[in-house]
T-cell receptor, first 111, second 114 residues
Framework: GNSVTQMEGPVTLSEEAFLTINCTYTATGYPSLFWYVQYPGEGLQLLLKATKADDKGSNKGFEATYRKETTSFHLEKGSVQVSDSAVYFCALTPSSNQFYFGTGTSLTVIP | KAGVTQTPRYLIKTRGQQVTLSCSPISGHRSVSWYQQTPGQGLQFLFEYFSETQRNKGNFPGRFSGRQFSNSRSEMNVSTLELGDSALYLC?????????????FGAGTRLSVL
């Protein structure tokens, strides 16, 4: 079947710290992978995506690399800011018909 | 271009009542999906509609139903509400074509069942 597993939260970091949020997946075929972010009181926004193995998605200083050999798509940022505080969701779609989301990882960045 | 619009933003109902939520997709997007978001379960897929037809369905009881109109607007209905139905209901639209499989989400409708 298809599923996404994210690291448990919540995660609390100091400003300018390095961020990693782990995401691994199980999927049939060759899925597209996504990271979405949800700020308080809002819906989900696409942060970045990768559509094939070894692709690197990047946006707003965040990066994630599609690793087929380890079925992973870990989210990283070199220096987090207070404004990055949000809930982050890893997701996949194996066939463009249905999306599967992880349970979300809450990040709080303190000054 | 306007984003995905969900109405109402907040709703309070009592057990046993029914509720209808509305979603207007981005212009040109013909696919609309609905999700239930709760703190313990994350996002759970309810169903997807494309060209007025339900294309996929998640593992929810028959009390949860939906429909899509010819202008791609969608409604979701929950009958005989239970306390456990309290959640944020998110709608997402997309263009279901190869290379355009990004979902765009609305801000959600927060339903509280008392």
């Amino acid at each position: 079947g298809n599923s996404v597993t994210q690291m448990e939260g919540p995660v609390t970091l100091s400003e300018e710290a390095f961020l990693t949020i782990n995401c691994t997946y199980t999927a049939t075929g060759y899925p597209s992978l996504f990271w979405y972010v949800q700020y308080p009181g809002e819906g989900l926004q696409l942060l970045l995506k990768a559509t094939k193995a070894d692709d690197k998605g990047s946006n707003k200083g965040f990066e994630a690399t599609y690793r087929k050999e380890t079925t992973s798509f870990h989210l990283e940022k070199g220096s987090v800011q207070v404004s990055d505080s949000a809930v982050y969701f890893c997701a996949l779609t194996p066939s463009s018909n249905q999306f599967y989301f992880g349970t979300g990882t809450s990040l709080t960045v303190i000054p | 271009k306007a984003g995905v619009t969900q109405t109402p933003r907040y709703l309070i109902k009592t057990r046993g009542q029914q509720v209808t939520l509305s979603c207007s997709p981005i212009s040109g997007h013909r696919s609309v999906s609905w999700y239930q978001q709760t703190p313990g379960q994350g996002l759970q897929f309810l169903f997807e509609y494309f060209s007025e037809t339900q294309r996929n369905k998640g593992n929810f009881p028959g009390r949860f139903s939906g429909r899509q109109f010819s202008n791609s607007r969608s409604e979701m209905n929950v009958s005989t509400l239970e306390l456990g139905d309290s959640a944020l209901y998110l709608c997402a639209s997309r263009i279901p074509e190869a290379g355009k499989n990004i979902q765009y989400f609305g801000a959600g409708t927060r339903l509280s069942v008392l």
